[in-house]
């Protein structure tokens, strides 16, 4: 009799890996065999992924059309598997992911594409915090503006790019949720600040 | 049982000040899609719910949204990620979220499913379904009683679709899911559709599973809709939750009423969702069998 956890061992290598081997001897046939039976499960396991990876990178399946996507997304998921309940965090390889599919490619550009769309969805859930009243700035001091010292908004990230990924971003007719406050940098220049 | 005494039916819609009492009317699955029409127009609902993970954020917008939903509406938060089932120890960080989730929207109902979907540290972020034995009664049971100790309240448990069945099980579905009940104290989130689907996946009498069911442990009830495939020589329903509740599946609720009288209802949607209206819709249908059962029973 095999252990619960033997059972979701196999199971999920079933699903992951497509090897449903070990599994099916566990799986009422029913006019249905179980590797079909598998298979509904491998389907909404692959959907449900590709849908929450398109949710975070519009900007790259609209880059490089559906179908790639979901090529991609099906490569991207079999090397780096959700390791957590929330999906939130299946993003954050994709880019690194992106950056072994297409280094030294005339495609190198998409893989500065997606650290920003993550560095999007790390604001889009990053702590709120007030941004800085420069007012009381006016009132300090001369000899203490050395000593004063700036942190920066929970919602700010930093993305350097060789690429004019801000201007690519907006011509391929923006990621539809958010801002970006810089005008666009030209090819070379270092930073396209996004916030929230 | 009796550790937790959260009871929805005494709960009033203590954040909108409106004289229904939360959940007398049906409510329906909050998506990010209807945020602002929700905050703009109000809609006369009993309730939202909440998918806790989509909310799992230390700030930012969706956050905010919600928390100017709240001061309108009773919510209830519904998890998919938790992995209850799995034995792969439970992700203390994610029941740390749902913690502060809780403690920052006071939500009438918290619920998870009879469900795991990782092992081995990978996650397929699926409902997946368990074998019905007494090993994972027994697993099930601890691990329910160890989410409810680390939240402090009483969770609900919902029955999934499925599509095979483990050889290994010794029990049915509905006596594994009362014995959890009884045994946990965690209350039962009924999914009418999913009972339905899986009734006709397997070739069991969808009836046998709602008269097996404690009268006094289903806190809620879902209704949903599901899709119906071909897969090789079977039809398989597929629980897609992406269209208008069945004709078969509002019987059955029809009949879950009777047994268990008035439950708060929920109508779910999750993909390919529709307008607004569409679900406000199908909320007020469920009212008004709801209000008829009632009449009978009168």
């Known amino acids: 009799m095999l252990s619960l956890r033997e059972l979701q061992l196999s199971f999920t290598t079933a699903v992951l890996d497509g090897s449903s081997t070990a599994i099916s001897p566990w799986i009422r046939a029913d006019g249905?065999?179980?590797t079909a039976r598998v298979n509904i499960y491998r389907n909404n396991f692959h959907e449900g992924f590709l849908k929450a990876l398109a949710l975070g990178f519009p900007v790259i399946q609209r880059l490089v059309g559906e179908?790639?996507?979901r090529q991609l997304g099906r490569l991207f998921v079999a090397e780096h598997p959700s390791r957590a309940g929330n999906l939130h965090h299946i993003g954050c390889a994709f880019a690194g992911f992106l950056r072994d599919q297409f280094a030294a490619t005339p495609y190198s550009y998409l893989l500065e594409i997606a650290e920003l769309e993550w560095a999007y969805q790390e604001c889009l859930i990053a702590a709120d915090a007030v941004p800085l009243d420069l007012t009381p700035l006016q009132s300090v001091a001369p000899e203490r503006l050395a000593d004063l010292r700036f942190e920066v908004h929970p919602a700010c990230r930093m993305v350097s790019s060789e690429f004019p990924i801000v201007r690519i971003l907006c011509q391929s007719g923006g990621s539809g949720r958010h801002r970006t406050h810089r005008p666009a940098p030209r090819r070379g220049s270092r930073a396209a600040a996004t916030e929230k | 049982m009796g550790t937790y005494s959260l009871n929805p039916r005494a709960l009033s819609a203590h954040a909108h000040g409106g004289a229904a009492p939360a959940g007398s009317q049906a409510g329906i699955g909050l998506r990010a899609r209807h945020h602002r029409e929700i905050l703009q127009r109000r809609p006369?609902?009993?309730?939202l719910e909440a998918h806790s993970e989509n909310y799992f954020a230390q700030g930012g917008p969706q956050r905010d949204i919600l928390l100017q939903i709240r001061?309108?509406?009773a919510l209830s938060l519904h998890g998919v990620g938790l992995s209850i089932g799995s034995t792969d120890p439970l992700d203390r960080t994610h029941l740390c979220e749902l913690a502060r989730l809780i403690r920052d929207?006071?939500?009438?109902?918290?619920s998870e499913h009879l469900s795991w979907s990782s092992a081995g540290g990978r996650f397929l972020n699926d409902l997946l379904p368990l074998p019905y034995t007494e090993e994972a009664l027994t697993h099930l049971v601890a691990r329910v009683r160890e989410v409810q100790e680390t939240l402090t309240r009483q969770i609900l448990i919902e029955n999934v679709s499925s599509y095979l069945q483990f050889n290994a099980s010794t029990l049915t579905e509905w006596d594994f899911i009362a014995a959890l009940a009884q045994e946990s104290g965690c209350g039962v989130l009924l999914d009418v559709n999913n009972i339905y689907v899986s009734a006709m996946n397997h070739g069991f009498?969808?009836?046998?599973y709602l008269n097996a069911i404690p009268r006094d442990s289903v806190q809620e009830i879902h209704l949903a809709g599901h899709t119906l495939n071909r897969v090789g020589s079977r039809e398989i329903r597929i629980d897609t939750h992406g269209s208008q509740v069945s004709e078969p599946v509002w019987a059955l609720y029809r009949t879950a009423l009777r047994r268990f009288g008035h439950v708060p209802t929920l109508i779910e949607w999750d993909t390919d969702i529709p307008a607004l209206d569409v679900l406000v819709a199908e909320a007020a249908k469920a009212d008004l069998?709801?209000?008829a059962a009632r009449a009978v029973a009168a």
């Open chain 1, 32 to 34: 249905l065999s179980p």
């Open chain 1, 67 to 69: 179908d790639y996507f």
């Open chain 2, 44 to 47: 006369p609902l009993g309730w």
């Open chain 2, 71 to 73: 001061e309108h509406y």
């Open chain 2, 105 to 110: 929207f006071d939500p009438m109902l918290v």
């Open chain 2, 205 to 208: 009498d969808p009836h046998t």
């Open chain 2, 289 to 291: 069998i709801a209000e």
